[in-house]
Protein backbone atom coordinates (compact mmCIF):
# COMPACT_ATOMS: atom_id res chain seq x y z
CA UNK A 1 0.00 0.00 0.00
CA UNK A 2 1.28 3.92 -0.35
CA UNK A 3 0.95 5.52 2.95
CA UNK A 4 -0.65 8.92 3.66
CA UNK A 5 2.41 10.41 5.95
CA UNK A 6 6.40 9.49 6.11
CA UNK A 7 7.26 10.06 9.22
CA UNK A 8 11.29 10.69 10.05
CA UNK A 9 12.31 10.56 13.46
CA UNK A 10 10.81 8.06 15.82
CA UNK A 11 11.97 9.34 19.12
CA UNK A 12 9.47 9.80 22.21
CA UNK A 13 7.15 12.41 20.76
CA UNK A 14 7.75 11.45 17.17
CA UNK A 15 6.51 8.16 18.42
CA UNK A 16 3.64 9.30 19.77
CA UNK A 17 2.81 11.78 16.96
CA UNK A 18 3.22 8.63 14.90
CA UNK A 19 0.72 6.18 17.27
CA UNK A 20 -1.29 9.18 17.21
CA UNK A 21 -2.05 10.00 13.58
CA UNK A 22 -2.30 5.90 13.00
CA UNK A 23 -5.16 6.23 15.50
CA UNK A 24 -6.66 8.85 13.62
CA UNK A 25 -6.98 6.43 10.43
CA UNK A 26 -3.53 8.14 8.48
CA UNK A 27 -0.73 5.43 7.51
CA UNK A 28 2.53 5.79 7.90
CA UNK A 29 5.72 4.87 6.74
CA UNK A 30 8.53 5.35 8.79
CA UNK A 31 12.18 5.72 9.01
CA UNK A 32 14.98 7.13 11.51
CA UNK A 33 18.28 6.14 11.73
CA UNK A 34 18.12 4.07 14.78
CA UNK A 35 15.68 1.17 13.64
CA UNK A 36 14.81 0.10 17.16
CA UNK A 37 13.20 2.83 17.08
CA UNK A 38 11.20 2.14 14.18
CA UNK A 39 10.72 -1.34 15.55
CA UNK A 40 9.28 -0.27 19.03
CA UNK A 41 6.59 1.96 17.53
CA UNK A 42 5.26 -0.76 14.96
CA UNK A 43 5.68 -3.12 17.90
CA UNK A 44 3.40 -0.78 19.88
CA UNK A 45 1.17 -0.01 16.52
CA UNK A 46 0.42 -3.75 16.20
CA UNK A 47 -0.16 -4.31 20.15
CA UNK A 48 -2.38 -1.34 20.46
CA UNK A 49 -4.31 -2.52 17.12
CA UNK A 50 -4.54 -5.79 17.73
CA UNK A 51 -5.96 -7.98 14.61
CA UNK A 52 -6.93 -4.39 12.38
CA UNK A 53 -4.80 -3.32 9.50
CA UNK A 54 -1.04 -2.18 10.33
CA UNK A 55 -0.55 1.36 10.11
CA UNK A 56 3.14 2.30 10.56
CA UNK A 57 5.25 0.47 8.22
CA UNK A 58 9.36 0.58 8.74
CA UNK A 59 11.40 1.81 5.49
CA UNK A 60 15.09 2.06 5.96
CA UNK A 61 16.48 4.89 3.53
CA UNK A 62 15.13 8.19 2.69
CA UNK A 63 14.17 6.76 -1.47
CA UNK A 64 12.08 4.05 0.18
CA UNK A 65 10.55 6.41 2.84
CA UNK A 66 9.25 8.53 -0.68
CA UNK A 67 8.47 5.67 -3.05
CA UNK A 68 6.06 4.34 0.02
CA UNK A 69 4.22 7.53 -0.34
CA UNK A 70 1.09 8.50 -2.20
CA UNK A 71 2.02 11.55 -4.42
CA UNK A 72 2.09 14.26 -3.81
CA UNK A 73 4.59 13.41 -0.70
CA UNK A 74 4.02 14.59 2.91
CA UNK A 75 6.99 14.20 5.27
CA UNK A 76 6.89 14.90 8.96
CA UNK A 77 9.98 15.02 10.93
CA UNK A 78 10.56 14.78 14.47
CA UNK A 79 14.07 15.14 14.94
CA UNK A 80 16.16 17.63 16.85
CA UNK A 81 16.09 21.34 16.30
CA UNK A 82 19.08 22.66 14.47
CA UNK A 83 21.30 21.04 11.78
CA UNK A 84 19.04 17.67 11.85
CA UNK A 85 16.18 19.63 10.24
CA UNK A 86 18.64 21.07 7.41
CA UNK A 87 20.57 17.44 7.23
CA UNK A 88 17.37 15.43 6.70
CA UNK A 89 15.53 18.09 4.23
CA UNK A 90 19.05 17.50 2.38
CA UNK A 91 18.78 14.11 2.13
CA UNK A 92 15.23 14.21 1.16
CA UNK A 93 16.36 16.49 -1.93
CA UNK A 94 18.61 13.66 -3.21
CA UNK A 95 16.11 10.93 -2.37
CA UNK A 96 14.06 12.99 -5.26
CA UNK A 97 11.49 15.39 -3.10
CA UNK A 98 9.68 17.16 -5.51
CA UNK A 99 8.13 21.02 -5.34
CA UNK A 100 4.77 20.58 -4.45
CA UNK A 101 5.77 17.85 -1.87
CA UNK A 102 5.55 19.23 1.62
CA UNK A 103 7.66 18.71 4.99
CA UNK A 104 6.57 19.74 7.92
CA UNK A 105 9.16 19.98 11.20
CA UNK A 106 7.34 19.73 14.00
CA UNK A 107 10.58 20.30 16.70
CA UNK A 108 11.01 23.09 18.97
CA UNK A 109 13.16 25.07 16.27
CA UNK A 110 14.37 28.73 16.39
CA UNK A 111 11.75 30.55 14.46
CA UNK A 112 14.99 32.27 12.57
CA UNK A 113 16.38 29.17 11.38
CA UNK A 114 12.26 28.05 10.26
CA UNK A 115 12.04 31.39 8.27
CA UNK A 116 15.85 30.93 6.52
CA UNK A 117 14.96 27.33 5.31
CA UNK A 118 11.69 28.10 3.72
CA UNK A 119 13.82 30.61 1.66
CA UNK A 120 16.43 28.12 1.40
CA UNK A 121 14.29 25.30 -0.08
CA UNK A 122 12.22 27.46 -2.29
CA UNK A 123 11.78 25.03 -5.27
CA UNK A 124 12.66 21.73 -3.69
CA UNK A 125 9.86 21.45 -1.90
CA UNK A 126 7.06 22.91 0.32
CA UNK A 127 8.93 23.50 4.00
CA UNK A 128 6.37 24.20 6.73
CA UNK A 129 6.03 24.05 10.29
CA UNK A 130 3.93 23.09 12.94
CA UNK A 131 5.17 23.60 16.94
CA UNK A 132 4.11 21.23 19.17
CA UNK A 133 3.40 21.44 22.74
CA UNK A 134 2.21 19.06 25.38
CA UNK A 135 5.06 16.37 25.97
CA UNK A 136 4.83 12.90 24.86
CA UNK A 137 1.29 12.39 26.45
CA UNK A 138 0.23 15.62 24.57
CA UNK A 139 1.99 14.20 21.44
CA UNK A 140 -0.01 10.54 21.84
CA UNK A 141 -3.38 11.79 22.48
CA UNK A 142 -3.44 15.44 21.49
CA UNK A 143 -1.12 18.27 21.31
CA UNK A 144 -1.60 21.86 21.45
CA UNK A 145 -0.61 22.81 17.28
CA UNK A 146 0.77 26.05 16.00
CA UNK A 147 1.30 25.98 12.79
CA UNK A 148 2.63 28.34 10.39
CA UNK A 149 3.72 29.14 6.73
CA UNK A 150 2.42 28.55 3.35
CA UNK A 151 -1.35 28.61 3.71
CA UNK A 152 -1.62 26.24 0.69
CA UNK A 153 0.44 23.67 2.66
CA UNK A 154 -1.55 24.28 5.38
CA UNK A 155 -4.94 23.80 3.35
CA UNK A 156 -3.79 20.36 2.43
CA UNK A 157 -2.27 19.23 5.80
CA UNK A 158 -5.18 20.65 8.26
CA UNK A 159 -7.41 17.35 8.78
CA UNK A 160 -4.83 15.77 9.46
CA UNK A 161 -3.56 18.05 12.21
CA UNK A 162 -6.42 18.97 13.71
CA UNK A 163 -7.35 15.25 14.17
CA UNK A 164 -4.21 14.87 16.35
CA UNK A 165 -4.28 18.07 18.51
CA UNK A 166 -6.03 18.04 22.05
CA UNK A 167 -9.61 19.08 21.76
CA UNK A 168 -11.69 21.60 23.92
CA UNK A 169 -14.95 22.52 25.37
CA UNK A 170 -14.90 26.09 23.54
CA UNK A 171 -17.99 27.08 25.89
CA UNK A 172 -15.68 26.40 29.01
CA UNK A 173 -12.51 26.49 27.87
CA UNK A 174 -12.05 22.77 29.52
CA UNK A 175 -9.94 20.22 27.99
CA UNK A 176 -11.77 17.02 26.32
CA UNK A 177 -9.11 14.12 27.41
CA UNK A 178 -9.57 10.46 26.61
CA UNK A 179 -6.15 8.55 26.98
CA UNK A 180 -7.36 5.23 24.98
CA UNK A 181 -5.11 4.15 21.74
CA UNK A 182 -7.65 3.63 19.01
CA UNK A 183 -10.02 6.28 20.59
CA UNK A 184 -8.97 9.57 19.76
CA UNK A 185 -11.40 12.61 21.03
CA UNK A 186 -13.08 13.50 17.80
CA UNK A 187 -15.84 15.80 19.26
CA UNK A 188 -14.74 19.83 20.48
CA UNK A 189 -12.09 22.11 18.98
CA UNK A 190 -9.11 21.71 17.85
CA UNK A 191 -5.94 22.85 19.91
CA UNK A 192 -4.25 23.90 16.13
CA UNK A 193 -4.99 26.79 14.62
CA UNK A 194 -3.01 28.58 11.72
CA UNK A 195 -0.57 31.30 13.07
CA UNK A 196 0.27 32.97 10.27
CA UNK A 197 3.60 33.55 8.01
CA UNK A 198 6.66 31.78 8.01
CA UNK A 199 8.48 31.52 11.79
CA UNK A 200 5.74 32.85 13.57
CA UNK A 201 4.17 29.70 14.99
CA UNK A 202 7.67 28.65 15.97
CA UNK A 203 7.67 32.12 17.56
CA UNK A 204 4.52 31.69 19.48
CA UNK A 205 5.74 28.04 20.63
CA UNK A 206 8.99 30.03 21.69
CA UNK A 207 7.12 32.59 23.89
CA UNK A 208 4.96 29.65 24.85
CA UNK A 209 7.85 28.27 26.11
CA UNK A 210 9.33 31.11 28.02
CA UNK A 211 5.62 31.80 29.45
CA UNK A 212 6.58 28.15 30.63
CA UNK A 213 9.79 28.69 32.31
CA UNK A 214 7.90 31.93 34.59
CA UNK A 215 5.04 29.83 35.23
CA UNK A 216 7.06 27.02 36.59
CA UNK A 217 9.78 29.34 38.86
CA UNK A 218 6.56 30.57 40.20
CA UNK A 219 5.19 27.51 41.41
CA UNK A 220 8.88 26.74 42.71
CA UNK A 221 9.30 30.11 44.69
CA UNK A 222 6.00 29.08 46.16
CA UNK A 223 6.93 25.67 47.13
CA UNK A 224 10.46 27.33 48.62
CA UNK A 225 8.29 29.70 50.40
CA UNK A 226 6.13 27.08 52.43
CA UNK A 227 9.31 24.56 52.24
CA UNK A 228 11.58 27.15 53.89
CA UNK A 229 9.59 29.47 55.67
CA UNK A 230 6.86 27.66 56.38
CA UNK A 231 8.80 24.32 57.43
CA UNK A 232 6.17 22.28 55.55
CA UNK A 233 6.86 18.69 54.06
CA UNK A 234 6.32 18.04 50.48
CA UNK A 235 3.39 16.31 51.11
CA UNK A 236 1.54 19.04 52.82
CA UNK A 237 2.53 21.64 49.90
CA UNK A 238 0.87 19.28 47.66
CA UNK A 239 -2.19 19.07 49.50
CA UNK A 240 -2.27 23.06 49.09
CA UNK A 241 -1.52 22.96 45.71
CA UNK A 242 -4.27 20.44 45.33
CA UNK A 243 -6.59 22.51 46.76
CA UNK A 244 -5.13 25.64 44.66
CA UNK A 245 -5.42 23.32 41.65
CA UNK A 246 -9.43 23.77 42.23
CA UNK A 247 -10.03 27.40 41.26
CA UNK A 248 -7.98 30.26 39.60
CA UNK A 249 -4.51 28.97 39.68
CA UNK A 250 -6.14 25.85 38.19
CA UNK A 251 -3.24 24.45 35.98
CA UNK A 252 -1.25 21.43 34.66
CA UNK A 253 1.58 22.77 35.84
CA UNK A 254 0.25 22.76 39.54
CA UNK A 255 -1.53 19.47 38.97
CA UNK A 256 2.08 17.67 38.02
CA UNK A 257 4.23 19.59 40.70
CA UNK A 258 1.62 18.63 43.36
CA UNK A 259 2.65 14.57 42.13
CA UNK A 260 6.16 15.31 42.33
CA UNK A 261 6.01 16.71 45.65
CA UNK A 262 3.97 13.47 46.71
CA UNK A 263 6.34 11.04 44.72
CA UNK A 264 8.17 8.90 47.70
CA UNK A 265 11.13 7.32 46.65
CA UNK A 266 10.88 3.87 46.36
CA UNK A 267 15.06 3.25 47.35
CA UNK A 268 15.81 5.98 50.34
CA UNK A 269 11.53 6.46 51.23
CA UNK A 270 12.52 10.15 51.11
CA UNK A 271 10.04 12.52 49.30
CA UNK A 272 11.93 12.35 45.65
CA UNK A 273 11.91 15.92 45.47
CA UNK A 274 14.58 15.89 48.43
CA UNK A 275 16.65 13.85 46.44
CA UNK A 276 16.62 15.43 43.08
CA UNK A 277 19.72 17.67 42.86
CA UNK A 278 18.75 21.44 42.27
CA UNK A 279 20.76 22.20 39.37
CA UNK A 280 17.81 23.18 36.83
CA UNK A 281 18.66 22.06 33.12
CA UNK A 282 17.47 23.96 30.19
CA UNK A 283 17.77 23.59 26.30
CA UNK A 284 17.17 26.81 24.70
CA UNK A 285 13.47 27.73 24.33
CA UNK A 286 13.10 30.29 27.37
CA UNK A 287 16.85 31.79 26.71
CA UNK A 288 15.56 32.45 23.44
CA UNK A 289 12.56 34.36 24.54
CA UNK A 290 14.79 36.64 26.76
CA UNK A 291 16.61 36.97 24.35
CA UNK A 292 13.86 38.19 21.47
CA UNK A 293 12.24 40.36 23.89
CA UNK A 294 15.72 42.31 24.95
CA UNK A 295 15.62 43.08 21.11
CA UNK A 296 12.05 43.76 20.57
CA UNK A 297 12.36 45.66 23.80
CA UNK A 298 9.26 43.98 24.96
CA UNK A 299 9.54 43.86 28.62
CA UNK A 300 9.57 40.40 30.34
CA UNK A 301 11.08 40.30 33.45
CA UNK A 302 9.88 37.57 34.67
CA UNK A 303 10.25 35.19 31.89
CA UNK A 304 14.14 36.25 31.96
CA UNK A 305 14.36 36.34 36.01
CA UNK A 306 13.29 32.26 35.50
CA UNK A 307 15.86 31.93 33.20
CA UNK A 308 17.87 33.87 35.47
CA UNK A 309 17.36 31.51 38.12
CA UNK A 310 17.54 28.09 36.40
CA UNK A 311 21.25 29.34 35.25
CA UNK A 312 21.98 30.41 39.04
CA UNK A 313 20.91 26.86 40.61
CA UNK A 314 23.13 25.75 37.91
CA UNK A 315 26.02 27.37 40.27
CA UNK A 316 26.06 24.58 42.85
CA UNK A 317 29.33 24.28 44.38
CA UNK A 318 29.74 28.49 44.16
CA UNK A 319 26.12 28.11 46.08
CA UNK A 320 27.53 26.41 48.59
CA UNK A 321 30.64 28.16 49.56
CA UNK A 322 28.75 31.73 49.81
CA UNK A 323 26.11 29.86 51.78
CA UNK A 324 28.48 29.41 54.45
CA UNK A 325 29.92 33.57 54.33
CA UNK A 326 26.77 34.99 53.65
CA UNK A 327 24.77 36.57 55.99
CA UNK A 328 21.11 36.21 55.37
CA UNK A 329 18.24 37.08 58.44
CA UNK A 330 17.56 34.39 61.02
CA UNK A 331 13.95 33.08 60.13
CA UNK A 332 13.47 32.54 63.85
CA UNK A 333 13.28 35.76 64.62
CA UNK A 334 9.74 36.29 62.70
CA UNK A 335 6.71 34.81 63.60
CA UNK A 336 5.01 33.71 60.70
CA UNK A 337 1.35 32.33 61.02
CA UNK A 338 1.22 29.60 58.65
CA UNK A 339 -2.35 30.05 57.21
CA UNK A 340 -2.19 33.54 56.70
CA UNK A 341 1.02 32.98 54.62
CA UNK A 342 -0.60 30.18 52.42
CA UNK A 343 -3.63 32.68 51.79
CA UNK A 344 -1.33 35.43 50.70
CA UNK A 345 0.80 33.40 48.62
CA UNK A 346 -2.09 32.13 46.92
CA UNK A 347 -3.01 35.64 45.86
CA UNK A 348 0.80 36.19 44.81
CA UNK A 349 1.09 33.77 42.80
CA UNK A 350 -2.56 34.53 40.94
CA UNK A 351 -0.99 38.00 40.48
CA UNK A 352 2.34 37.08 38.85
CA UNK A 353 0.93 35.17 36.77
CA UNK A 354 -1.24 37.36 35.27
CA UNK A 355 1.84 39.62 34.78
CA UNK A 356 3.85 36.39 33.07
CA UNK A 357 1.11 35.77 30.81
CA UNK A 358 0.87 40.15 30.22
CA UNK A 359 4.70 40.16 29.28
CA UNK A 360 4.01 37.27 27.08
CA UNK A 361 1.47 38.19 25.17
CA UNK A 362 2.99 42.01 25.03
CA UNK A 363 6.00 40.37 23.62
CA UNK A 364 3.74 38.58 20.82
CA UNK A 365 2.16 41.51 20.08
CA UNK A 366 5.60 43.35 19.64
CA UNK A 367 7.07 40.65 17.58
CA UNK A 368 3.89 40.31 15.75
CA UNK A 369 4.19 44.33 14.52
CA UNK A 370 7.97 44.03 14.00
CA UNK A 371 7.82 41.14 11.69
CA UNK A 372 4.51 41.97 10.06
CA UNK A 373 2.61 38.77 11.41
CA UNK A 374 -1.08 39.40 11.92
CA UNK A 375 -1.29 37.72 14.93
CA UNK A 376 -4.34 36.68 16.65
CA UNK A 377 -4.19 36.39 20.21
CA UNK A 378 -7.50 35.09 21.25
CA UNK A 379 -7.02 32.58 18.91
CA UNK A 380 -3.33 31.45 20.35
CA UNK A 381 -4.98 31.57 23.94
CA UNK A 382 -7.28 29.37 22.72
CA UNK A 383 -5.01 26.63 21.65
CA UNK A 384 -2.85 27.26 24.15
CA UNK A 385 -6.35 25.85 26.53
CA UNK A 386 -5.65 21.88 25.91
CA UNK A 387 -3.02 19.91 25.18
CA UNK A 388 -0.19 22.03 26.00
CA UNK A 389 1.99 22.45 28.92
CA UNK A 390 0.85 25.56 30.26
CA UNK A 391 -3.03 24.41 29.77
CA UNK A 392 -5.10 25.94 32.37
CA UNK A 393 -8.64 27.82 32.92
CA UNK A 394 -6.74 30.85 33.10
CA UNK A 395 -5.95 30.69 29.29
CA UNK A 396 -10.25 30.74 29.04
CA UNK A 397 -9.90 34.15 30.64
CA UNK A 398 -7.10 35.39 28.39
CA UNK A 399 -8.98 34.14 25.32
CA UNK A 400 -12.32 36.54 26.38
CA UNK A 401 -10.17 39.32 27.20
CA UNK A 402 -8.86 39.34 23.59
CA UNK A 403 -12.33 38.44 22.21
CA UNK A 404 -13.24 41.74 23.97
CA UNK A 405 -10.65 43.47 22.43
CA UNK A 406 -8.56 42.12 19.65
CA UNK A 407 -6.15 45.66 20.44
CA UNK A 408 -6.00 44.92 23.83
CA UNK A 409 -2.46 47.05 24.17
CA UNK A 410 -2.02 44.63 27.71
CA UNK A 411 -3.77 41.78 29.21
CA UNK A 412 -3.32 43.85 32.56
CA UNK A 413 -5.31 46.99 31.26
CA UNK A 414 -8.31 44.33 30.32
CA UNK A 415 -11.09 45.46 32.47
CA UNK A 416 -11.34 41.42 34.62
CA UNK A 417 -7.07 41.17 34.49
CA UNK A 418 -7.18 44.90 36.29
CA UNK A 419 -9.75 44.45 38.51
CA UNK A 420 -8.73 40.77 39.67
CA UNK A 421 -4.95 42.34 40.43
CA UNK A 422 -6.76 45.00 42.09
CA UNK A 423 -8.42 42.61 44.55
CA UNK A 424 -5.40 40.61 45.24
CA UNK A 425 -2.77 42.89 45.42
CA UNK A 426 -2.30 43.40 48.55
CA UNK A 427 -1.43 39.59 49.59
CA UNK A 428 0.67 40.07 46.60
CA UNK A 429 2.92 42.73 48.23
CA UNK A 430 3.01 41.17 51.87
CA UNK A 431 4.10 37.55 50.32
CA UNK A 432 6.82 39.78 48.38
CA UNK A 433 7.70 42.00 51.47
CA UNK A 434 7.88 38.83 54.14
CA UNK A 435 9.93 36.92 51.77
CA UNK A 436 12.65 39.23 51.31
CA UNK A 437 12.61 39.86 55.39
CA UNK A 438 13.20 36.37 55.75
CA UNK A 439 15.71 35.74 52.76
CA UNK A 440 13.53 33.46 50.70
CA UNK A 441 14.65 34.25 47.32
CA UNK A 442 11.37 35.06 45.25
CA UNK A 443 12.80 36.70 41.57
CA UNK A 444 9.69 36.05 39.22
CA UNK A 445 7.27 37.05 42.14
CA UNK A 446 9.49 40.13 42.50
CA UNK A 447 10.23 40.99 39.29
CA UNK A 448 6.21 40.01 38.81
CA UNK A 449 5.04 43.01 40.70
CA UNK A 450 8.13 45.69 39.22
CA UNK A 451 6.65 45.01 36.40
CA UNK A 452 2.92 45.58 37.05
CA UNK A 453 4.22 48.67 39.21
CA UNK A 454 5.80 50.55 36.91
CA UNK A 455 3.56 49.59 33.82
CA UNK A 456 0.87 51.34 36.11
CA UNK A 457 3.82 54.30 36.45
CA UNK A 458 2.60 57.60 34.59
CA UNK A 459 5.96 58.86 35.84
CA UNK A 460 9.19 56.71 35.83
CA UNK A 461 12.32 57.89 36.76
CA UNK A 462 13.75 57.51 32.90
CA UNK A 463 13.65 61.54 33.10
CA UNK A 464 16.58 60.99 35.23
CA UNK A 465 18.49 58.33 33.37
CA UNK A 466 17.71 60.96 30.26
CA UNK A 467 19.36 63.66 32.43
CA UNK A 468 22.01 61.45 32.96
CA UNK A 469 22.93 60.13 29.30
CA UNK A 470 22.51 63.86 28.33
CA UNK A 471 25.45 64.86 30.92
CA UNK A 472 28.19 62.17 30.08
CA UNK A 473 27.24 61.63 26.16
CA UNK A 474 25.40 64.27 25.00
CA UNK A 475 22.88 61.98 24.08
CA UNK A 476 20.17 64.64 24.46
CA UNK A 477 16.46 64.74 25.65
CA UNK A 478 13.06 65.22 25.06
CA UNK A 479 11.39 68.08 26.89
CA UNK A 480 7.48 67.64 28.10
CA UNK A 481 6.85 71.34 27.77
CA UNK A 482 7.68 71.38 24.05
CA UNK A 483 5.49 68.93 21.45
CA UNK A 484 8.10 70.04 18.61
CA UNK A 485 9.22 66.56 18.44
CA UNK A 486 12.53 68.09 19.23
CA UNK A 487 15.54 66.72 21.00
CA UNK A 488 17.32 69.17 23.64
CA UNK A 489 21.04 68.87 25.10
CA UNK A 490 22.51 70.93 27.94
CA UNK A 491 26.31 72.15 27.44
CA UNK A 492 27.09 70.68 30.84
CA UNK A 493 30.32 71.68 30.88
CA UNK A 494 29.94 75.27 29.59
CA UNK A 495 29.73 77.75 32.82
CA UNK A 496 26.14 78.71 32.28
CA UNK A 497 25.26 75.36 30.63
CA UNK A 498 23.09 76.69 28.58
CA UNK A 499 20.48 74.30 26.05
CA UNK A 500 20.23 73.67 22.69
CA UNK A 501 18.06 72.39 20.71
CA UNK A 502 19.33 69.55 18.54
C1 LIG B 1 6.14 21.71 25.50
C2 LIG B 1 7.42 21.87 26.25
C3 LIG B 1 8.52 21.20 25.51
C4 LIG B 1 9.73 20.95 26.36
C5 LIG B 1 10.80 21.95 26.19
C6 LIG B 1 11.25 22.75 27.37
O1 LIG B 1 5.54 22.72 25.23
O2 LIG B 1 5.77 20.57 25.22
O3 LIG B 1 7.74 23.21 26.41
O4 LIG B 1 8.73 21.90 24.34
O5 LIG B 1 9.49 20.55 27.62
O6 LIG B 1 11.81 21.20 25.63
O7 LIG B 1 12.35 22.17 27.90
P1 LIG B 1 13.48 22.85 28.76
O8 LIG B 1 12.90 23.08 30.11
O9 LIG B 1 14.51 21.75 28.77
O10 LIG B 1 14.01 24.06 28.10
Known amino acids: ILCDIGFIGLGVMGKNLALNLADNGYTIAAFDLDTEKVASAINQDKLERGDKPQRIFPCTSYTELLAKLKSPHLVILSVPAGRPVDDVCHKLIDAGIEADDIIVDTGNSLWTDTVEREKNFEGNFLFFSTAVSGGEVGARFGASLMPSGDRYAWTRIAPMFKAIAAKVDDATGKPIERHEPGNPVTEGEPCATYIGETGSGHYVKMVHNGIEYADMQLICEAYNIMRSGLNMSPAEIAVIFRK ?259
Not at 328 to 354: M, R, T, W
Open 244 to 502: WNEGELHSYLIEISAEVLEHIDPETNLPLVDIILDKAGQKGTGLWTAVSSLQIGAPSPTISSAVYSRALSTLKDERIAASKVLAGPDISEFNLDKDEVIAQLHDALYCSKICAYAQGFQLMSMAGKEHGWNLDFAGIAKIWRAGCIIRAVFLQSITKAYERDEELSNLLVDPFFAEQIAKYQTNWRRTIANSSLIGIPIGAFSSALAYYDSYRSEILPANLLQGQRDFFGAHTFARTDKADGKMYHVEWSQPNRPIVKV
